[in-house]
Structure formats: structure tokens, C-alpha cells
């Protein structure tokens, strides 16, 4: 059985991400798409478009079927265990960016303290 939240929006969880140089933005609601905006684009022509991201150029795709054709919900979890045992067979560093496990358990913890002062209604400490 499902609930209605909010009435016109499924599933509706939207990542921004902001620079100097332009923005990306994902909606899960849109998964095979992107919108991004570049400054470095003509002047006349600035402004956020929609990247469909099923070309064999992006990655994971090549493993998947034709361009055009989008992959669903359950695939990022194929994407995750193919980049898991990759990172394993080649001796590689799984986290993005040099992020670690503790980075991870941080994030935990931030979270955790977040949902006890939502909870208890007051603020809460995060110690390091």
C-alpha cells in the first residue's frame, strides 16, 4: 500500500550541485536525465538543458542496450556491485574522490544527530 505525501510528486528527490563554472542537477523522479548548465556557453545561448545520459560515452552505459533506451531504478545497484568488484580486482579506491570509511561514518553520525534534534526538538552536539 502506498501513501500520498505530497499530490503530483512520485518520488521527487532533486540534487543540485553549484560552481563558478555552471550547475548540474538530478531528479530521481527523471533518472536517465541530467540538467546542466555551463557559463562557458555563448552568451546568447546560456541556460540549463536536458543531457539524456544513455550514450555508450557515459559511464556504465556501454554494458546496457542501445542509446536511447533507459535503464530503470534497479540497474544502479548492477552499476554499484560491477564498480565494487572492479575497484577489488584492480587494486582500486572504491570511494569517490578519496573519500573514506571514516568519511562515511562521519556522515552517520551528522545524520543520526540531525534526526535526534528533529526528534527532541532542540539542538544536538556532533562530536568529531
Same mark, same amino acid.
Not at 499530490?7 to 536525465?33: C, D, M, P, Q, V
Not at 531504478?73 to 573519500?99: K, M, Q, R
Given at each position: 500500500m502506498f501513501f500520498v505525501v505530497c499530490?503530483?510528486?512520485?518520488?521527487? #528527490?532533486?540534487?543540485?550541485? =553549484?560552481?563558478? #563554472?555552471? +550547475?548540474? !542537477? $538530478?531528479? !530521481?523522479?527523471? !533518472?536517465?536525465?541530467l540538467e546542466i548548465y555551463s557559463s562557458k556557453d555563448p552568451a546568447d545561448r546560456r541556460g540549463y538543458r536536458t543531457v539524456l545520459v544513455t550514450e555508450p560515452a557515459h559511464p556504465y552505459m556501454k554494458n546496457w542496450?542501445? %542509446?536511447? =533506451?533507459?535503464?530503470?531504478?534497479? =540497474?544502479? $545497484?548492477?552499476?554499484?556491485?560491477?564498480? !565494487?568488484?572492479?575497484?577489488? @580486482?584492480?587494486? +582500486?579506491?572504491? @570511494? %569517490?574522490?578519496?573519500?573514506? $570509511?571514516y568519511d562515511g561514518l562521519r556522515n552517520n553520525q551528522i545524520l543520526e544527530a540531525i534526526a535526534e534534534a528533529a526528534g527532541e526538538e532542540r539542538w544536538t552536539g556532533c562530536a568529531p
Open positions: 499530490a503530483g510528486r512520485k518520488n521527487y #528527490e532533486r540534487i543540485e550541485i =553549484h560552481g563558478t #563554472e555552471g +550547475s548540474i !542537477l $538530478f531528479n !530521481l523522479e527523471r !533518472l536517465n536525465e542496450w542501445g %542509446p536511447g =533506451h533507459v535503464i530503470g531504478w534497479e =540497474h544502479t $545497484f548492477t552499476h554499484e556491485i560491477y564498480h !565494487l568488484v572492479n575497484c577489488i @580486482a584492480t587494486d +582500486s579506491n572504491v @570511494a %569517490p574522490y578519496g573519500a573514506t $570509511f
